[in-house]
């Protein structure tokens, strides 16, 4: 091992249900986007381009099960819900900025192992 490695305990029965809930790709973006401010349903719909009304509302419904996030009915007519970083979900921030910094720093070179791999898989069929 060389030096400076991160051992990581493989406790795969503790983690694999935590990571489940956190580690989808809606999940990271509905938490990034109430990591900065509050939002309501239709904000969050329209700041995340290509999710769908079911998708959020399933993913919201999970969030605050888990604590990460809370709902506030608003006092408004129509009624409004508004949705907001729980402490536990908060706790989240670092880990998932770190995340988000890694897709924009090397999405490119995964495009290009991407395609560099279906190139060669299609090589191998002719």
Not at 76 to 98: C, H, K, M, N, W
């Amino acid at each position: 091992m060389a030096t400076g490695d991160i051992v990581l305990p493989l406790d795969v029965s503790a983690t694999r249900p935590i990571l489940e809930q956190i580690a989808n790709k809606w999940t990271v973006l509905i938490l990034n986007v109430l990591c900065t401010q509050p939002a309501r349903f239709n904000d969050l719909k329209r700041r995340l381009d290509g999710i769908t009304h079911k998708a959020l509302s399933d993913a919201l419904k999970r969030l605050e099960r888990a604590g990460l996030i809370s709902r506030r009915v608003l006092p408004t007519q129509p009624i409004g819900v508004e949705y907001t970083i729980t402490r536990l979900g908060g706790s989240l921030r670092d880990p998932f900025a770190a995340l988000y910094s890694w897709s924009l720093e090397n999405g490119a070179e995964l495009e290009r192992a991407q395609s560099s791999y279906d190139a060669s898989r299609l090589e191998d069929r002719e």
